[in-house]
């Protein structure tokens, strides 16, 4: 008989707990949410305060030891020609790369979203995810096969009796080198390679989403089929586009092994934080420094929320 009082109490307790956790959507959200925000805060926002503290550390030129003494030495060198060079450099592969991918990813996004059906879009869907299905660093060496002076895309121009074409291009002070391989054609060509599936799937996914009464009601008003895609699909596709701009964007700035694979002598973000910090042993420079991407995408972030790119991810 005493037992019947304690199960009673108990489903009372579970019966309260889960009418407050009912009533309360909050609450419940609170607590589903609690372990991996505080995670998150103390593992990756810990990490971003304390590489912002070794920014203001300076490295003592004599013994090469860090120097925990408050300053601004990092961020003044960081306003030299030659580290602003850099992070110019970057920045304009940065979006080269992004608005190359838009290019050549709108087209297929938007055929695998409106054209595709059955096998045939299963099969795009195969093709654009295969790469990403291999090693990074496997894609990075076979392009630097391919892009050799003695390799496959080489040899098909010299087939086609194109080589001028390609000696014509290397020949380009500002993107040439002596091959595709060791040029920051090579680079970009690379990078876009690698970073396409992360910005036609975004879009893909904002064409899906557009209602297709908007494309009849706008074929029933007179508007060609151009017209359509310029005023109806386009604009509506702007957030997947924004979206995607921010895989291709981001990691094209803040990479460094794709660059000093494929590339010459000229230097990025990424290669400068990796010399600074795994070569010189500069941490408080390479703290410093990385600070520039963090900045730079935090604007660009800034600007891709207000064309509605976070509705899209």
Known sequence: ????????????????????LYTRRGLLLTLLLAPPLLWFGV???????????????????????????????????????????????????????TVACTVIG?????????????PQKALLYVAVMLPLWSSYLVRLYAWKLLLAKEGAISWVMQSLHLQWLLDA????????????????????????????????????????RIPGSYLEASADLGASPAQTFRQVTF????????????????LTL?????????????????QVVYRQQGVAGNLPFAAA?????????????????????FDAL
Do not use: C
């Not at 709108?106 to 059955?118: C, E, F, Q, T």
């Not at 990078?191 to 064409?207: E, G, Q, R, S, T």
């Open 43 to 97: 593992i990756y926002l810990g990490s971003l305060f304390s590489l912002l503290a070794n920014s203001f550390f300076r490295l003592d030129d004599f013994t090469g030891q860090v120097v925990r003494e408050i300053g601004f030495s990092n961020f003044v060198e960081i306003f030299t020609p030659t580290n602003l060079d850099v992070a110019l450099r970057s920045t304009v592969m940065a979006i080269s790369v």
């Open 254 to 270: 803040g990479d460094y092994i794709i660059p000093q694979v494929i590339g010459n002598s000229t230097l990025y973000i990424g």
């Open 235 to 250: 604009p509506l596709a702007m957030p997947g586009i924004a979206a995607g701009s921010i895989f291709t964007f981001s």
């Open 289 to 309: 420094f990385s600070l520039v991407p963090i900045v730079i995408i935090g604007v660009y972030l800034w600007l891709a929320k207000r064309k509605g790119a």
């Open 106 to 118: 709108l087209p297929i996004a938007y055929y695998m979203a409106r054209y595709a059906r059955g």
């Open 169 to 208: 291009l290397l020949s380009i002070p500002v993107v040439g080198g002596s091959s595709l391989s060791f040029s920051p054609m090579g680079t970009f060509v690379v990078f876009v390679y690698m970073w396409l599936p992360f910005m036609i799937l975004p879009i893909m996914a904002a064409i899906e």
């Open 1 to 20: 008989m005493s037992s019947i009082p304690v199960s009673t109490s108990r489903n009372s307790l579970a019966d309260r707990l889960s009418t407050l």
